[in-house]
């Protein structure tokens, strides 16, 4: 029986693992569950689990969910803050941490559990984003195993041997035979958009997803395709890629989640409904796998599968990931915390659709621009995540 800590536990994510435990109940069990602010649904989920912990980030948020807790006579305990959530992830008692805090306030409890030597299940890319090599070079350090949950990188960690399986982040792909990593995304909803229509765009257009059932934070992101600029990011720490071994298609159909191309021409790819399901389950029970609760695919009901190339000028915020990415971990830094803002501001109608992927690239421009800049410990890499929030407010403000 494996315990795991759920970070990220009332979001899409979370219900998904919860989902996985529920059809493998003899091999998992929920030793704690952590949110953001959402009593509501953490008392719902405390009740129906009864996991050892509760922990809210919020600290009003935990004092209340105390309360109902009391009231409902669950014996769950309740911590609260950073440093609550960082004690349920680095638990003795834990087998397995699936991260899931959307953002960056996901990395310190991320790489909590990463220095508690854990089996990391990783859905927060932004751990990878802001910190990159030092993050995995304290997963070697500390015997920490890294498993990517994101469908992508999930569908490429597949489609790779077993040496690269083992040896993420520090894998030799040229050596392995492999030419390069074709990252697919759906194009959001407005892929045949008018380009010009896009500034008139409103946050429920943007949320509404063709193919997957995401939180409004990683809708948006996936309508400027700023998640796949991310996820390059994120490849490219994982599988130790140079920028010529990583390629993005669109893929409208989101049936196949990934592909490997290989120097003899081949090219394996993962392929199965989009349902996060199925990759959470294969990072939880790998090497083996487990009944996820995700139906086969129906061969006979596919239509067509149809690839693009992404045209920049309407996706923007994509070419400037890719741009960062190879810059350093300064401008990954810089432009996931702007990206955050920026988005922020378009959820709560103060911005316009268009106006993410300005904001984003003054912020990383101001960032790339500073004459003194150290990336060399967390405690920087945070500071460099504050500065770059407060130039995106004065730029959202301007």
């Known amino acids: ?37 959402n009593v509501e ?55 397995m941490v699936m991260a899931a805090i959307v953002g960056s306030p996901g990395l310190l409890p991320t790489m909590a559990a990463v220095q508690a030597g854990k089996r990391i299940l990783l859905a927060n890319k932004e751990s990878l984003v802001m910190s990159g090599q030092f993050f995995i070079d304290a997963a070697k350090q500390y015997g920490a195993q890294i498993l990517p949950v994101d469908s992508e990188h999930n569908a490429i960690f597949q489609c790779l041997s077993q040496t690269v399986q083992t040896e993420l982040g520090h894998c030799d792909l040229e050596a392995e035979g492999i030419h390069s990593i074709l990252l697919t995304g759906s194009g959001g909803p407005f892929r045949y ?31 400027t395709m700023m998640n796949k600029g991310l996820e390059f990011i994120e490849a490219k720490w994982l599988f130790n890629a140079k920028q010529e071994q990583l390629k993005v298609l669109i893929h409208p159909q989101s049936v196949i989640h990934s592909m490997v191309q290989y120097n ?30 995700v139906k086969p695919l129906d061969f006979t009901q596919m239509s067509e599968l149809t690839f693009l190339a992404p045209d920049m000028a309407r996706y923007p915020c994509l070419q400037l990931a890719i741009d960062a990415c ?35 690239e003054k912020v990383m421009n101001k960032v790339c621009a500073l004459s003194t800049l150290n990336t060399d410990s967390l405690e920087s890499l945070l500071e460099l995540d504050r500065i770059s929030r407060v130039y995106a407010a004065e730029c959202l403000r301007r």
Request: charged share 20%.
């Open 1 to 37: 029986m494996q315990k795991i800590t759920i970070l990220g536990a009332t979001g899409s994510i979370g219900a998904s693992t919860l989902s996985v435990i529920e059809h493998n109940p003899e091999d998992f069990s929920v030793y704690a569950l952590a949110a953001g602010s």
């Open 41 to 95: 649904k953490m008392l719902e989920l405390c009740r129906m689990w009864r996991p050892q912990y509760a922990a809210m980030a919020d600290e009003n948020a935990a004092l209340e969910l105390e309360k109902q807790l009391q009231r409902n006579h669950c014996k769950t305990k309740v911590v609260a803050g950073i440093d609550g959530l960082c004690e349920i992830s680095s638990a003795p008692e834990v087998d």
């Open 264 to 293: 003899d021409g081949s090219v394996l790819a993962q392929m199965g409904e989009p349902d996060m399901r199925t990759p959470i389950a294969l990072s939880m029970s790998y090497p083996k796998r487990i009944p996820s609760g």
């Open 193 to 223: 958009s008018d380009i010009g229509s896009l500034d008139a765009v409103t946050p429920e257009m943007a949320i509404a997803h063709p193919n997957w059932s995401m939180g409004p934070k990683i809708s948006v992101d996936s309508a």
């Open 326 to 360: 190879y810059t350093g971990q300064h401008a990954t830094t810089a432009i996931n915390a702007a990206n955050e803002v920026s988005v922020a501001a378009f959820l709560n109608c103060e911005l316009k659709f268009t106006d993410i992927a300005r904001i984003n």
